[in-house]
């Protein structure tokens, strides 16, 4: 297997006013192809930071970034940032980031932007991923119109849309019902049989215990799990 993430020595660190706060303190991380991996820590602990870097969402204030072999330069311009980030990178969030104006097949439309696809197959494409999540029929249904499950099944057709390498999934059940994060849960983890390497940020040990390797972090340190 080959290495998709991988962190060496890095640090975050954060000014505002007087106040200095070293979020991420001197990190090692190696994530493989194929793995699903939650890193797990309590609030404050910097797992919310690190996921930011791993999405390429913040830049480390030092240490190395590699993403698929490639190494992440620190001045690398925000385009070029956003659209290796788009290519690579299938984001789920614990808020869902759904536009609530606008359908379900155009909301996971939206991060086709940075890719050239023809109109008609992105448009097939979107149709046959929310019937791969259990949405067939529910295309032009707006998320007001959907369920908290159903609403999180649309962010991940939406994450999978470019075809990403990895799945970025932060706290996807903490808005959900036990047996509706259960259902995700189960979703993310057949993707993970399909190919696809899945990074889960939690506090839930329960959650944590859908992935094979838990990475823990506590502040701003890996404690265990990183390699």
């Known amino acids: 297997m080959s290495t998709v993430i991988e962190l ?45 870097i791993i999405g390429l969402l913040d830049r480390p204030t030092e240490g190395d970034l590699y993403i698929s072999g490639k190494k992440i330069e620190l001045n690398m311009p925000d385009a070029k940032l956003a659209k290796l980030r788009s290519e690579k990178i299938g984001f789920v969030f614990q808020t869902f980031n759904l536009l609530s104006k606008i359908t379900a097949i155009k909301n996971v439309l939206m ?48 994450s999978l849309i470019n075809n990403p390498d990895i799945i970025l999934a932060d706290e996807p059940t903490g808005n959900l019902d036990s047996k509706s994060g259960t259902e995700i849960m189960n979703l993310l983890t ?24 838990t990475i823990q972090i506590l502040d701003g340190k890996v404690q265990k799990g990183g390699k």
Not at 132 to 154: C, D, F, M, W, Y
Not at 192 to 212: E, M, Q, S
Request: charged content about 35%.
């Open 8 to 52: 060496r020595k890095v640090s975050k660190s954060y000014k505002t006013g007087k106040l200095h706060v070293d979020a991420l303190k001197n990190v090692d991380i190696k994530i493989e192809e194929g793995e699903f991996v939650a890193i797990m820590g309590p609030s404050g602990s910097g797992k919310s930071t690190l996921m930011h």
């Open 111 to 158: 991060p086709t932007q940075y890719r050239k696809i023809g109109k008609k197959d992105r448009d097939a494409r979107a149709k046959e991923l929310l019937r791969e999540v259990g949405l067939a029929g529910r295309e032009a249904h707006k998320p007001t119109e959907l369920s908290g499950g159903q609403i999180q099944r649309v962010a991940i057709a939406r």
């Open 190 to 213: 057949e993707l993970n049989k399909k190919g696809k390497t899945v990074i889960l940020i939690t506090h839930d040990p329960r959650i944590a215990g859908f992935a094979k390797r």
